[in-house]
């Protein structure tokens, strides 16, 4: 097994920089974390052991990221809520990039739990010691300035959202008749489906469910619906919900 030199996320500005760029987006299968870097540039920490800095704030980042994995603002706080856990990760089943504390702090680092191999306390750091998977099967140990009992109740909070977003697949290939396991089989392959196709359909059918039962609550209460410029303002706001940091 071999390991990579130690990665100090509390001394930020002596760590070798592979490079300052835009050129670069974050996604579930290239990234190990992410963290502030600067007030406008993030640090990156990549599946390959490289530390880049995007010119871009954190904010602007994970925006960026919750746009392309399709991750919702609102869909997140629902499901934090189910849960009881106010500080919101970025959850697809079991993928989870995951706060290792409030975002309003300047030292919160969100990791790819999926990457993930072990953690423990460093008494001599008075820190949590990370070690994550690397793309070639190399183990990457990084100190992150947080304490266990928030890194593990973080932890468990996306694993939580993960299992209730499995166990929604599971009931829908049930309801649908779709065999435990068969993912290429859910798809007819004349559909001419490709996964931004699914993604449109999906969001159009959500919003229009949600504009109808607004609509029947209106009229059911106020005996008439609200105008066309309320469901525009709608729209937008559940449109923005998918880019959107918490």
Same mark, same amino acid.
Request: charged letters at 20%; proline letters at 1%.
């Given at each position: 097994?071999?390991?990579?030199?130690?990665?100090?996320?509390?001394?930020?500005?002596?760590?070798?920089?592979?490079?300052?760029?835009?050129?670069?987006?974050?996604?579930?299968?290239?990234?190990?974390?992410?963290?502030?870097?600067?007030?406008?540039?993030?640090?990156?920490?990549?599946?390959?052991?490289?530390?880049?800095?995007?010119?871009? $704030?954190?904010?602007?980042?994970?925006?960026?990221?919750? &746009?392309?994995?399709?991750?919702?603002?609102? &869909?997140?706080?629902?499901?934090?809520?189910?849960?009881?856990?106010?500080?919101?990760?970025?959850?697809?089943?079991?993928?989870?990039?995951?706060?290792?504390?409030?975002?309003?702090?300047? +030292?919160?680092?969100?990791?790819?739990?999926?990457?993930?191999?072990?953690?423990?306390?460093?008494?001599?750091?008075?820190?949590?010691?990370?070690?994550?998977?690397?793309?070639?099967?190399?183990?990457?140990?990084?100190?992150?300035?947080?304490?266990?009992?928030?890194?593990?109740?973080?932890?468990?909070?996306?694993?939580?959202?993960?299992?209730?977003?499995?166990?929604?697949?599971?009931?829908?290939?049930?309801?649908?008749?779709?065999?435990?396991?068969?993912?290429?089989?859910?798809?007819?392959?004349?559909?001419?489906?490709?996964?931004?196709?699914?993604?449109?359909?999906? &969001? $159009?059918?959500?919003?229009?469910?949600?504009?109808?039962?607004?609509?029947? +609550?209106?009229?059911?209460?106020?005996? &008439?619906?609200?105008?066309?410029?309320?469901?525009?303002?709608?729209?937008?706001?559940?449109?923005?919900?998918?880019?959107?940091?918490?």
């Amino acid at each position: 097994m071999l390991i990579i030199e130690t990665i100090d996320l509390r001394k930020l500005t002596t760590l070798p920089i592979k490079e300052f760029t835009n050129g670069f987006e974050v996604r579930w299968d290239n990234t190990l974390l992410v963290t502030r870097y600067q007030q406008k540039q993030t640090l990156v920490l990549t599946r390959y052991g490289q530390l880049i800095v995007l010119n871009q $704030s954190l904010k602007k980042v994970l925006d960026r990221f919750s &746009e392309v994995a399709g991750i919702h603002y609102y &869909e997140m706080r629902c499901l934090y809520q189910m849960i009881t856990e106010r500080t919101l990760g970025y959850v697809a089943g079991n993928y989870a990039l995951v706060p290792t504390c409030g975002r309003t702090n300047p +030292a919160v680092v969100y990791f790819m739990n999926h990457y993930l191999d072990n953690y423990c306390f460093d008494e001599e750091a008075d820190a949590v010691l990370a070690t994550f998977k690397g793309k070639k099967r190399e183990m990457i140990r990084v100190i992150i300035d947080t304490n266990m009992k928030t890194f593990r109740r973080m932890r468990r909070a996306a694993h939580d959202v993960g299992t209730i977003h499995l166990s929604s697949l599971e009931n829908l290939c049930r309801h649908y008749g779709a065999r435990k396991g068969d993912v290429t089989g859910m798809v007819r392959k004349s559909a001419g489906y490709n996964w931004r196709q699914h993604r449109q359909h999906h &969001e $159009s059918m959500i919003f229009q469910i949600m504009a109808q039962t607004v609509a029947a +609550a209106a009229m059911q209460a106020y005996g &008439e619906n609200f105008n066309a410029n309320f469901y525009h303002v709608l729209f937008d706001r559940y449109h923005q919900s998918n880019c959107r940091n918490s």
